[in-house]
C-alpha cells in the first residue's frame, strides 16, 4: 500500500511566523503535491513537483513555497504566516501525473 | 471554466440500503475519473476510478458508472454501513486541464442505523 505521511496533524502558529509543513512518501512516485482544503472550497492546488528540485505553481501559490530535495520528501513553505493561511494542508503524490493521488492523512493548521 | 460538481452536498441513508452519490463533470475532453472517500480528519482515500473507455467499473460493494453523454458519474456503494459515512469526491483528470486533478466540493454520506 502507498503511504504518505505528514509530519505534523495540527500546528498552531502565529501571524509573521515561518512555517514547515513536511511530506514524505514511500512508494517511489515521481510527482507530489499540495493541497489546501478549506469548507465549501474544496481542494486547491497550491503547488506540486514532478521531479526532485522541480516545482510547479498550481491555483493558489501566493504566500507559500515549496522545496524537493529527495524523491521522497515534498516540504511546504509558509514564508510569513497570516490568518487566511488557516486551514488543512493535505499532501498527495502519484506515480505518473494524470494517475491516481494518494493522500496524506493532512495538517490541520491555525495562525494566530 | 472547467468544473467538477456534485448534485447533493448530504445524503442520508438506511443502513443496509444502498447509496448512489453524482457527479457532474463539464470538460468533455477528461478521460479519467477517480472517486475518493473522505472520514473526518482523515485525509482523502482512493476508492474506485474509471477511463473514459468504459461506462461501469465494479469494485467491492462499490460500483462507479460513466455517462459520457450527460458528462456525469456515480458512485453506487451497495449494503451502507455505517463506515461509509464520510464525505465522498469525484475528481476529473486529462483533457484540457492536462494534469490537473480537478475535485468536486464533496458530498456528505449519513447512514442511519
Known amino acids: 500500500d502507498v503511504k504518505v505521511t505528514q509530519s505534523s496533524r495540527y500546528l498552531v502558529k502565529r501571524t509573521g511566523e515561518k512555517v514547515f509543513l513536511e511530506c514524505v512518501q514511500d512508494?517511489?512516485?515521481?510527482?507530489m503535491f499540495w493541497y489546501r482544503q478549506d469548507p465549501g472550497l474544496g481542494l486547491r492546488l497550491i503547488y506540486f513537483?514532478?521531479?526532485?528540485?522541480?516545482?510547479e505553481k498550481g491555483d493558489i501559490p501566493e504566500g507559500y513555497s515549496v522545496s524537493r530535495e529527495k524523491k521522497e520528501r515534498f516540504s511546504l513553505i509558509l514564508e510569513s504566516a497570516s490568518t487566511n493561511q488557516t486551514s488543512m494542508y493535505l499532501c498527495?503524490?502519484?506515480?505518473?501525473?494524470?494517475?491516481?493521488?494518494?493522500f496524506g492523512p493532512g495538517t490541520r493548521l491555525l495562525v494566530l | 471554466g472547467e468544473s467538477v460538481g456534485l448534485h447533493l452536498p448530504t445524503l442520508s441513508v438506511q443502513e443496509g440500503d444502498n447509496s448512489i452519490i453524482n457527479c457532474a463533470y463539464s470538460?468533455?475532453?477528461?478521460?479519467?475519473f477517480i472517486w475518493y472517500k473522505q472520514e473526518s480528519g482523515k485525509g482523502p482515500q482512493f476508492i474506485i476510478d474509471?477511463?473514459?473507455?468504459?461506462d461501469k467499473r465494479q469494485g467491492q460493494r462499490v460500483t462507479v458508472l460513466l455517462n459520457k453523454t450527460v458528462k456525469h458519474l456515480s458512485l453506487q456503494i451497495a449494503a451502507t454501513q455505517p463506515g461509509d459515512s464520510a464525505v465522498y469526491f469525484c475528481?476529473?483528470?486529462?483533457?484540457?486541464?492536462?494534469?490537473?486533478?480537478?475535485f468536486g466540493a464533496g458530498t456528505r454520506l449519513f447512514v442511519k442505523a
Open positions: 513537483s514532478y521531479d526532485v528540485k522541480m516545482k
Open positions: 470538460n468533455s475532453a477528461s478521460d479519467y
Open positions: 498527495a503524490s502519484s506515480y505518473r501525473l494524470q494517475e491516481t493521488q494518494y
Open positions: 512508494m517511489d512516485h515521481e510527482n
Open positions: 475528481a476529473e483528470n486529462g483533457g484540457t486541464g492536462g494534469f490537473k486533478t480537478i
Open positions: 474509471i477511463r473514459s473507455n468504459m
